[in-house]
Every structure is written in structure tokens, then in C-alpha cells.
């Protein structure tokens, strides 16, 4: 990875607080474009928070986030400018029900971007070509499987042109059998040069796709690295410990 | 120990999956539904048969009540009041008007969005062909006898019909000569003109004949010299063989007078009492008159008959056989129902429901041919939403206008008036619960302090405060709102109270939407005003839906509670007709019955909607998420 380009995402001591619980105690990381940073870490150990910090799904209270060249503050124009270039994907797909797939993909589009109809379906059916389900298209959600519904959840975020990707744990919710047809999208994005963020528990899809594995417990970056180092040399204890129970 | 193992508790299965097969017989089709929903066990049997026996019960009692006793004159005598209340006589066709506009553009959006089902069409046709086939069916059954009552100490009634030729017409005078005839019951038109109406009259006779101490109710003593006559128009005696056409009866003898009518045209039959010997002339005599056609008080009848025949001969003392002074009294056929009952009503609306039906069917093909069409369907909301004040044009008028000239909406009445209310209701209210309910779940205080507190005090008050506080309250605290009109205030307090309610059901719904929706939608750069109303408010409003509706039917039902406030909507002018006329007081549970079938059809039929919109659309899935 081309390590002298400019950062796309800069985290600098990040806080954050549940009340009096400090959730996210001093986060530091760098992503670069077209990078693929895979976040593990048991549960509660706040790397769900952290990526929803990104896009201002929640506001960190301390510490620095620019993404983009563009710092995250309350003003709101700044949060729609920064939401805009980021695509995120969660863990319940979070479609709307009441929208058929393809106004799914193209309501963003078309209400916030302003793009015209037929332009905003032409895109949405390119991407529901990609991700595989193009004769879904006039279907509603529920009528869909899982693994359907997180493809289209991610054409949705496409939809958009983000620069970056944000992924929410995208395959626990899936049934084992779907999981890899998620992941393979996932994977054409990565190697298509998306900047991704992902938080996941799929060891297999870090090691053959992550650029970086980042590591996380109790509110901290623990070990950071390539996946050969943290699959094959982890140096901390805790990641030992973490490995040796999910390898 | 060790386990024994046989061949079968290791298995591979056949490499393709057996193919699928019908359920057994008795799990499907009609016979299938029965056992498992009516019959499944003994006491759903039980229950089952129970609950049938009562309803059948309830339907052939209601049933026979309906067509052999109940006195549906007050509706169909009515229909003008009951539909628009004292809208101007004159100004009517506007209220037509108004519902061609409604009919047409209900059958246009059937046409577009809905279907018809197959039920509802039938339910159509069959009242429709009831409708035409009812008036020829009516004409092949023979008229009612007509009953007179001639009493002592009153100078006779004299009758005037009219008659067609080669009508056979009797005239018989049955004197009550024994107690037993006072207990007669006759089926029959009797006469209600008078300030207490026949039957009351001969009540009376019956209730005290042979009883009281007066020389007239001991039917032993009946003397009675009668003489009747038939006349012609002009008053001359009718000819008949070359003879006058008069029955002279000796005192205290009955008997028939009985011929053929020559010509078509106006009769009076002359009942004479002989005067002279005024201690001598006791007792009650039954008239009854064969042959004769009670004719219609419709307007436009009597204005057709008096074209062909000229205005009925004017007398003294004589009614006319008319429905207005006539009333059908005793057990009915079921021909003379058909004739006597079912006949004048279906006479007063086969034409609107005939012109009714035809513009809707033809609302709905223009409708079902356009389903396609984006364009129509905008051209038809934008003429919903146009309609409305178009129609509240229509009806109120423009001031000086020769055409239109104003109706005061203190007029406005019955059907028209409910309907009205219910409208605006909904229309005013859905918008304003919508606003309450986001603003008790807004973030900013003042706005959530207000919200609620609006909120709980029209939910914590009765309608009928709100009502009257309206009428009575307010213009007190605001001189200005003394000068707008009783209607409009009511339309307000009814809006003000339904939207509080809305406004609850409305956050319930918000409630249920996941925080994950509007985090996708925030997530996607949406603005908050773009998710409450793309994501949230679709949501929240589909799935309260039942509730919403339910809201709305209870509006259109308590859109009577405006009668108490002085305006005469549908139960109101019941109310009015029954207690502003002693010929229909007795006739009240008919009339009430009639508004509640009317109530229920229209509440049936929003439900229905309702029904229809939760399935519609993304409704129709189970929704996963």
C-alpha cells in the first residue's frame, strides 16, 4: 500500500463516553485510500462505536476525527458533507420495508443528491447487476433472504459514490450458507480499490483481503498490523489469548 | 452396556427428494374449513350451533317485523330531510350535484388503485334488479282495502279518489253492531290525516265500546241512516244502467255498493248521515272502500296527475286518498309489503340510484382504462383535492348570485351535513395529529410542553364539553369567533378532538420504527426532515392504520353529538321528524333503524379500506426486519 499518499481518514485520541462508561478510551489510527482495515475484538470492546464515530452516528467527546480533509465538529454541514462520502452497512441491513429494492438504491440518490429518475434507477440497476440480484429489483425487502438483503444494503450505500466504506459486522446476522455471498461482494469492492473499514469476525475474509487487522479490547487499540504479523506473530497477550480461542 | 444398533438408525436418503403429494380430502376445501373452524371439537360444535340458532332467530323475528308490522313511511316520506336536511327545496340539485361529483370520482379512484370485487358487483347488480323489477312486480298486486271510520255526533267524511275506467270499486258499510266488531283487526290503509290518526281513534271505539256509560258506544243501540253516493267530478250523481249510483240503507242496516267506473278522472263518494233524528242516530260504522288506489304524495306525482287529470274537486269535509292522509295499519303480505312499503321508496330513488350507478361504472372503466397512466392518477388526486372546495362552493353559494344564490349552512342538514363534518374532520385532523405527535417526541421543550399539554386536555374532556364549549365558550374570550358560523366551530371542535386522539395513536407508531431506520437514513446523508417524512412517518402511519381508521369511524359517529348543539345532521333531523310530527312519532324505531343501517354502512366501508391499505403495497409481506 502506497504509504507516502495522504491519510483519507485521521483519528487522533478519540473519547467517548455512555454516561460515566468510557467506552472508547484514545483511539489513534490512520486510513489511507483504497486501504482495507478489518477491526476485530470481543464484544463490548467498543468497535462498533468507533466505526459509528466516523460517520457521526454517535459524537465522540474528545480527540480529533478528519475525514477527507474535513473535521468533525457540530456543525451540521460539515456532518452532511462527511456523511455523503461515506457508505456504511450494518449489521440488521437496515433496508426500508416499505420501499421496494429499487427505490431502496435510489432514494438517497434522488432526494439528497438530486439526481433525476432515470438516472438514479440506471445507476441503482448497475449496482444491483454487481452485487448480483438485478432481478430483485422490484421486490420489497422482506421478501428477500438475508444474504439478498445485506447485497442490496450495500448497493444502497454505493448508490451514493461514497469514497469510503464503513461495514457494521455485515455477515452476523447471516445464515452460514450466505455469509460467502456477502463476502464476495465485499471482496470485488476491496479489490475494485474501495477504502474499507470493516468490523467483523470472519478470520478468513481479514486474512486473504485485510491490508491492516486492527485489534481492539476494552476501549483500545491493542495490536495493529498486516495480517501476516497478527495471524502468524502476535506480540500482545490479550491478542494471543483472543486468537487462540477463535482459531 | 452396549447399545444395539439396527439397520435403520443409519441412512442415507434417495439422492432426489420424494415428490409432493395433495393433503388428504377432509383437510381441505370447503368441507376441511368446516371441521377445523366449526366443528373441531364438542364445544366449538356446540358453540357453533348455539350461535346459529340465535342468529336465524334474531334475522326471521327482525325479518318478519320488517316486512309484516314496521311503518316505513317516515323514511321514504323523508328521504328530502334525511339526505340534506332543510337544505332549500329549490337549491337541491346542488346537493345532486355534489354527489354525481363524489360518486364519480369515488368510481374513478376504484378504477385506478382499487379492484372491485366480485361480491360487491353482484351485491350491485341484484339490489339494482330488485330496484326495476320491484315497480312491475308492484302494479300486478291488487291495492289495499281502504278503511274509513263514520261515528256518531260527526257529520261523515267524504272521499275523493281517483279512478280509471274499468276499475271495479266496492263500497262497504259494516255497522258495529256487536262488541266482537270493535275487536277487529283491519289490514289496510287507514286514515291519518287527523290531528290523532285512525288507529288511535279506533283504539278509543274498541277500548270503550259496551264498556262506558254513553248511548253511542252500546252497539245494541245502533241506528244509523246512512246514504252514499257516487260523484262525478263535476258533483253531479254518477249514472249508472240509467240509474243514480247511490246506496240508501235503512237505520241500522249494512251493505255494498259495487260498479264499474266508466271513465278515467277525479270521484267523490258522498257519505250522508240523516241529520233529522239527532237522539236516534247512534253508533260506529266501519267504511271500506276496494278497488282504490292510495296515490303517491310525491311532488312530482301529484304535479304529473294534476297535468292529466286537473287538481282533485274541492269539498268540504272529504280527504283525498293520498299516502299523506292514508297510513297502511294490521299484518301485511308480503305483496301488499312489496306494495305498500318497498314500492314508494324504491319509486323515490330508482332514478338517482340508476343515474348513480351508470356515472360510477362509467367513473370506473374511464379509471380502470387509465390504470397505467401517471398522468391520470395525478389528474385525479389533484381533482380530490380541487373537489372539495369546489363543492363547499356549490353548496354555500356566492351572495346576490341568481344561480347560486347562498344557503346558510344553519340549513345544512341530515346525510349531507354528517358527511360534511366527517370530511373536514379527517382531512383537518390527520395533518394536525401528525404535527402533535412529532412534536410531543421533539426534542425542544416548549414544543413538547405544548404538544402534550393540548393533547391531554382534549383527551381528558368529553366531546360534548368540547362541543358546547365551542358553541357557547369561546366567542367570550374572542369577540371574533362569536361571528363565525355554528357549523364551522363545530367542524373545529370536532377536529381539535379527533386530532389529539390521532396524535396519540400517530406517536404509537413512531414509537415502533427502529433506531436502526433512521440511522440507515442518516447514515446515507438524508436530512431530518427527509427521514420523518420518507422513513418514519410511512412506517409509523402504515402500521396504525387500524388504529387511525378506527379513529376516523368514531368521528363519523360522533359527528351526531352536534345535534345537541343545535345542528340538525342525520340523527338530528330523525330527532326532529319524530318529535315535530305526531303522524310519525309512533314511527321511530323504523326511522332510527334506517340511520343506523346507513351509520353502519358507511363505517363498514371505511373499514374496509382500511383493510385494504394495511395489505396493499409492502404491507402484503411479512416485514423481517
Same mark, same amino acid.
Given at each position: 500500500?502506497?504509504?507516502?499518499?495522504?491519510?483519507?481518514?485521521?483519528?487522533?485520541?478519540?473519547?467517548?463516553?455512555?454516561?460515566?462508561?468510557? !467506552?472508547?478510551?484514545?483511539?489513534?489510527?490512520?486510513?489511507?485510500?483504497?486501504?482495507?482495515?478489518?477491526?476485530?475484538?470481543?464484544?463490548?470492546?467498543?468497535? =462498533?462505536?468507533?466505526?459509528?464515530?466516523?460517520?457521526?452516528?454517535?459524537?465522540?467527546?474528545?480527540?480529533?476525527?478528519?475525514?477527507?480533509?474535513?473535521?468533525?465538529?457540530?456543525?451540521?454541514?460539515?456532518?452532511?458533507?462527511?456523511?455523503?462520502?461515506?457508505?456504511?452497512?450494518?449489521?440488521?441491513?437496515?433496508?426500508?420495508?416499505?420501499?421496494?429494492?429499487?427505490?431502496?438504491?435510489?432514494?438517497?440518490?434522488?432526494? !439528497?443528491?438530486?439526481?433525476?429518475?432515470?438516472?438514479?434507477?440506471?445507476?441503482?440497476?448497475?449496482?444491483?447487476?454487481? &452485487?448480483?440480484?438485478?432481478?430483485?429489483?422490484?421486490?420489497?425487502?422482506?421478501?428477500?433472504?438475508?444474504?439478498?438483503?445485506?447485497?442490496?444494503?450495500?448497493?444502497?450505500?454505493?448508490?451514493?459514490?461514497?469514497?469510503?466504506?464503513?461495514?457494521?459486522?455485515?455477515?452476523?446476522?447471516?445464515?452460514?450458507?450466505?455469509?460467502?455471498?456477502?463476502?464476495?461482494?465485499?471482496?470485488?469492492?476491496?479489490?475494485?480499490?474501495?477504502?474499507?473499514?470493516?468490523?467483523?469476525?470472519?478470520?478468513?475474509?481479514?486474512?486473504? &483481503?485485510?491490508?491492516?487487522?486492527?485489534?481492539?479490547?476494552? +476501549?483500545?487499540?491493542?495490536?495493529?498490523?498486516?495480517?501476516?504479523?497478527?495471524?502468524?506473530?502476535?506480540?500482545?497477550?490479550?491478542?494471543?489469548?483472543?486468537?487462540?480461542?477463535?482459531? | 452396556?452396549?447399545?444395539?444398533?439396527?439397520?435403520?438408525?443409519?441412512?442415507?436418503?434417495?439422492?432426489?427428494?420424494?415428490?409432493?403429494?395433495?393433503?388428504?380430502?377432509?383437510?381441505?376445501?370447503?368441507?376441511?374449513?368446516?371441521?377445523?373452524?366449526?366443528?373441531?371439537?364438542?364445544?366449538?360444535? %356446540?358453540?357453533?350451533?348455539?350461535?346459529?340458532?340465535?342468529?336465524?332467530?334474531?334475522?326471521?323475528?327482525?325479518?318478519?317485523?320488517?316486512?309484516?308490522?314496521?311503518?316505513?313511511?317516515?323514511?321514504?316520506?323523508?328521504?328530502?330531510?334525511?339526505?340534506?336536511?332543510?337544505?332549500?327545496?329549490?337549491?337541491?340539485?346542488?346537493?345532486?350535484?355534489?354527489?354525481?361529483?363524489? !360518486?364519480?370520482?369515488?368510481?374513478?379512484?376504484?378504477?385506478?388503485?382499487?379492484?372491485?370485487?366480485?361480491?360487491?358487483?353482484?351485491?350491485?347488480?341484484?339490489?339494482?334488479?330488485?330496484?326495476?323489477?320491484?315497480?312491475?312486480?308492484?302494479?300486478?298486486?291488487?291495492?289495499?282495502? !281502504?278503511?274509513?271510520?263514520?261515528?256518531?255526533?260527526? =257529520?261523515?267524511?267524504?272521499?275523493?279518489?281517483?279512478?280509471?275506467?274499468?276499475?271495479?270499486?266496492?263500497?262497504?258499510?259494516?255497522?258495529?253492531?256487536?262488541?266482537?266488531?270493535?275487536?277487529?283487526?283491519?289490514?289496510?290503509?287507514?286514515?291519518?290525516?287527523?290531528?290523532?290518526?285512525?288507529?288511535?281513534?279506533?283504539?278509543?271505539?274498541?277500548?270503550?265500546?259496551?264498556?262506558?256509560?254513553?248511548?253511542?258506544?252500546?252497539?245494541?243501540?245502533?241506528?244509523?241512516?246512512?246514504?252514499?253516493?257516487?260523484?262525478?267530478?263535476?258533483?253531479?250523481?254518477?249514472?249508472?244502467?240509467?240509474?243514480?249510483?247511490?246506496?240508501?240503507?235503512?237505520?241500522?242496516?249494512?251493505?255494498?255498493?259495487?260498479?264499474?267506473?266508466?271513465?278515467?278522472?277525479?270521484?267523490?263518494?258522498?257519505?250522508?248521515?240523516?241529520?233529522?233524528?239527532?237522539?236516534?242516530?247512534?253508533?260506529?260504522?266501519?267504511?271500506?272502500?276496494?278497488?282504490?288506489?292510495?296515490?303517491?304524495?310525491?311532488?312530482?306525482?301529484?304535479?304529473?296527475?294534476?297535468?292529466?287529470?286537473?287538481?282533485?274537486?274541492?269539498?268540504?269535509?272529504?280527504?283525498?286518498?293520498?299516502?299523506?292522509?292514508?297510513?297502511?295499519?294490521?299484518?301485511?303480505?308480503?305483496?301488499?309489503?312489496?306494495?305498500?312499503?318497498?314500492?314508494?321508496?324504491?319509486?323515490?330513488?330508482?332514478?338517482?340510484?340508476?343515474? +348513480?350507478?351508470?356515472?360510477?361504472?362509467? %367513473?370506473?372503466?374511464?379509471?380502470?382504462?387509465?390504470?397505467?397512466?401517471?398522468?391520470?392518477?395525478?389528474?385525479?388526486?389533484?381533482?380530490?383535492?380541487?373537489?372539495?372546495?369546489?363543492?363547499?362552493?356549490?353548496?354555500?353559494?356566492?351572495?346576490? =348570485?341568481?344561480?347560486?344564490?347562498?344557503?346558510?349552512?344553519?340549513?345544512?342538514?341530515?346525510?349531507?351535513?354528517?358527511?360534511?363534518?366527517?370530511?373536514?374532520?379527517?382531512?383537518?385532523?390527520?395533518?394536525?395529529?401528525?404535527?402533535?405527535?412529532?412534536?410531543?417526541?421533539?426534542?425542544?421543550?416548549?414544543?413538547?410542553?405544548?404538544?402534550?399539554?393540548?393533547?391531554?386536555?382534549?383527551? +381528558?374532556?368529553?366531546?360534548?364539553?368540547?362541543?358546547?364549549?365551542?358553541?357557547?365558550?369561546?366567542?367570550?374570550?374572542?369577540?371574533?369567533?362569536?361571528?363565525?358560523?355554528?357549523?364551522?366551530?363545530?367542524?373545529?371542535?370536532?377536529?381539535?378532538?379527533?386530532?389529539?386522539?390521532?396524535?396519540?395513536?400517530?406517536?404509537?407508531?413512531?414509537?415502533?420504527?427502529?433506531?436502526?431506520?433512521?440511522?440507515?437514513?442518516?447514515?446515507?446523508?438524508?436530512?431530518?426532515?427527509?427521514?420523518?417524512?420518507?422513513?418514519?412517518?410511512?412506517?409509523?402511519?402504515?402500521?396504525? $392504520?387500524?388504529?387511525?381508521?378506527?379513529?376516523?369511524?368514531?368521528?363519523?359517529?360522533?359527528?351526531?353529538?352536534?345535534?345537541?348543539?343545535?345542528?340538525?345532521?342525520?340523527?338530528?333531523? &330523525?330527532?326532529?321528524?319524530?318529535?315535530? =310530527?305526531?303522524?310519525?312519532?309512533?314511527?321511530?324505531?323504523?326511522?332510527?333503524?334506517?340511520?343506523?343501517?346507513?351509520?353502519?354502512? $358507511?363505517?363498514?366501508?371505511?373499514?374496509?379500506?382500511?383493510?385494504?391499505?394495511?395489505?396493499?403495497?409492502?404491507?402484503?409481506?411479512?416485514?423481517?426486519?
Amino acid at each position: 500500500m502506497a504509504e507516502n499518499q495522504e491519510p483519507i481518514i485521521v483519528c487522533r485520541e478519540v473519547h467517548k463516553w455512555f454516561g460515566n462508561f468510557h !467506552v472508547l478510551k484514545g483511539i489513534d489510527l490512520t486510513v489511507y485510500p483504497q486501504e482495507v482495515v478489518v477491526i476485530i475484538g470481543p464484544s463490548g470492546s467498543g468497535k =462498533s462505536t468507533f466505526i459509528r464515530c466516523i460517520n457521526r452516528l454517535e459524537e465522540h467527546q474528545e480527540g480529533q476525527i478528519v475525514v477527507d480533509g474535513i473535521e468533525l465538529s457540530h456543525d451540521i454541514r460539515n456532518i452532511a458533507a462527511i456523511r455523503s462520502e461515506i457508505g456504511m452497512v450494518f449489521q440488521q441491513f437496515n433496508l426500508f420495508p416499505h420501499l421496494t429494492v429499487m427505490q431502496n438504491v435510489t432514494l438517497a440518490p434522488r432526494y !439528497v443528491r438530486h439526481q433525476p429518475r432515470h438516472v438514479s434507477e440506471e445507476t441503482a440497476m448497475q449496482l444491483l447487476v454487481r &452485487v448480483g440480484i438485478p432481478e430483485q429489483a422490484r421486490k420489497y425487502p422482506g421478501q428477500l433472504s438475508g444474504g439478498q438483503q445485506q447485497r442490496v444494503a450495500i448497493a444502497r450505500a454505493l448508490a451514493m459514490q461514497p469514497k469510503i466504506m464503513l461495514f457494521d459486522e455485515p455477515t452476523s446476522a447471516l445464515d452460514p450458507e450466505m455469509i460467502k455471498e456477502v463476502l464476495d461482494v465485499m471482496r470485488e469492492l476491496a479489490e475494485s480499490g474501495m477504502t474499507m473499514l470493516v468490523v467483523s469476525h470472519e478470520m478468513g475474509f481479514a486474512r486473504e &483481503v485485510a491490508d491492516r487487522i486492527v485489534f481492539f479490547d476494552e +476501549g483500545r487499540i491493542v495490536e495493529m498490523g498486516t495480517p501476516e504479523h497478527f495471524f502468524e506473530n502476535p506480540q500482545h497477550e490479550r491478542t494471543k489469548l483472543f486468537l487462540s480461542q477463535i482459531l | 452396556m452396549a447399545r444395539m444398533y439396527s439397520d435403520t438408525d443409519f441412512y442415507v436418503a434417495a439422492p432426489e427428494p420424494p415428490e409432493s403429494r395433495r393433503p388428504p380430502r377432509t383437510s381441505v376445501g370447503w368441507l376441511g374449513w368446516l371441521r377445523h373452524n366449526l366443528f373441531s371439537s364438542a364445544l366449538n360444535s %356446540a358453540i357453533t350451533v348455539v350461535t346459529a340458532v340465535l342468529t336465524i332467530l334474531f334475522a326471521w323475528e327482525f325479518l318478519r317485523w320488517s316486512m309484516r308490522s314496521a311503518q316505513w313511511g317516515i323514511v321514504f316520506n323523508n328521504l328530502r330531510l334525511i339526505t340534506s336536511g332543510q337544505y332549500d327545496k329549490g337549491e337541491i340539485w346542488r346537493v345532486e350535484l355534489t354527489a354525481g361529483i363524489l !360518486v364519480f370520482l369515488i368510481g374513478l379512484s376504484m378504477g385506478l388503485w382499487g379492484r372491485i370485487t366480485r361480491t360487491f358487483s353482484a351485491v350491485v347488480l341484484v339490489i339494482l334488479a330488485f330496484m326495476l323489477l320491484i315497480p312491475l312486480v308492484g302494479s300486478q298486486i291488487p291495492d289495499p282495502s !281502504v278503511y274509513h271510520l263514520i261515528q256518531p255526533r260527526k =257529520s261523515p267524511t267524504d272521499v275523493i279518489f281517483l279512478g280509471y275506467e274499468g276499475d271495479k270499486v266496492t263500497f262497504t258499510v259494516d255497522p258495529l253492531t256487536d262488541v266482537a266488531d270493535a275487536d277487529q283487526t283491519f289490514a289496510g290503509y287507514q286514515e291519518s290525516a287527523s290531528r290523532t290518526d285512525w288507529s288511535t281513534r279506533a283504539r278509543e271505539v274498541k277500548d270503550n265500546v259496551g264498556k262506558v256509560d254513553d248511548p253511542a258506544m252500546k252497539p245494541e243501540n245502533y241506528n244509523l241512516a246512512l246514504t252514499l253516493r257516487l260523484l262525478e267530478e263535476s258533483g253531479a250523481v254518477l249514472e249508472h244502467d240509467g240509474h243514480p249510483t247511490e246506496l240508501i240503507l235503512a237505520a241500522g242496516k249494512g251493505g255494498t255498493l259495487s260498479l264499474t267506473l266508466p271513465d278515467d278522472g277525479w270521484y267523490v263518494l258522498e257519505v250522508v248521515r240523516d241529520d233529522e233524528i239527532n237522539d236516534e242516530n247512534l253508533g260506529f260504522a266501519w267504511l271500506k272502500i276496494d278497488g282504490v288506489t292510495v296515490l303517491s304524495n310525491l311532488e312530482s306525482d301529484t304535479k304529473a296527475r294534476d297535468e292529466k287529470y286537473g287538481s282533485p274537486p274541492k269539498r268540504e269535509r272529504a280527504i283525498l286518498v293520498q299516502d299523506k292522509n292514508y297510513r297502511f295499519e294490521g299484518t301485511r303480505t308480503l305483496g301488499e309489503f312489496v306494495s305498500v312499503q318497498v314500492l314508494p321508496l324504491v319509486r323515490r330513488i330508482v332514478l338517482p340510484a340508476v343515474v +348513480g350507478v351508470v356515472l360510477f361504472a362509467n %367513473a370506473f372503466l374511464i379509471g380502470r382504462l387509465g390504470k397505467r397512466e401517471k398522468r391520470l392518477k395525478r389528474v385525479s388526486l389533484a381533482a380530490w383535492a380541487l373537489s372539495f372546495p369546489i363543492i363547499l362552493f356549490i353548496l354555500y353559494g356566492v351572495s346576490g =348570485s341568481s344561480v347560486l344564490p347562498v344557503v346558510p349552512t344553519s340549513v345544512w342538514g341530515g346525510l349531507l351535513l354528517t358527511i360534511l363534518l366527517t370530511v373536514v374532520g379527517i382531512g383537518a385532523s390527520f395533518p394536525l395529529g401528525i404535527l402533535l405527535a412529532l412534536g410531543r417526541r421533539s426534542h425542544l421543550p416548549a414544543v413538547k410542553w405544548i404538544c402534550t399539554l393540548f393533547i391531554e386536555v382534549l383527551r +381528558g374532556v368529553p366531546l360534548i364539553t368540547i362541543l358546547f364549549m365551542a358553541k357557547l365558550i369561546v366567542p367570550f374570550f374572542w369577540a371574533p369567533l362569536s361571528d363565525l358560523d355554528l357549523t364551522v366551530r363545530m367542524m373545529i371542535g370536532l377536529t381539535l378532538f379527533t386530532a389529539a386522539y390521532l396524535a396519540e395513536n400517530i406517536r404509537g407508531g413512531l414509537q415502533i420504527v427502529p433506531q436502526g431506520q433512521v440511522e440507515a437514513a442518516r447514515a446515507l446523508g438524508m436530512s431530518s426532515v427527509l427521514i420523518t417524512a420518507l422513513i418514519v412517518l410511512p412506517q409509523a402511519l402504515r402500521a396504525v $392504520i387500524p388504529a387511525i381508521v378506527g379513529q376516523f369511524i368514531s368521528l363519523f359517529k360522533d359527528t351526531s353529538l352536534v345535534a345537541l348543539v343545535g345542528l340538525f345532521e342525520l340523527a338530528g333531523i &330523525v330527532d326532529l321528524i319524530v318529535s315535530g =310530527s305526531n303522524v310519525y312519532r309512533p314511527y321511530q324505531r323504523e326511522a332510527y333503524i334506517f340511520i343506523a343501517i346507513i351509520y353502519f354502512m $358507511i363505517s363498514y366501508g371505511m373499514s374496509d379500506i382500511s383493510r385494504r391499505l394495511e395489505t396493499s403495497g409492502a404491507g402484503s409481506i411479512r416485514r423481517s426486519m
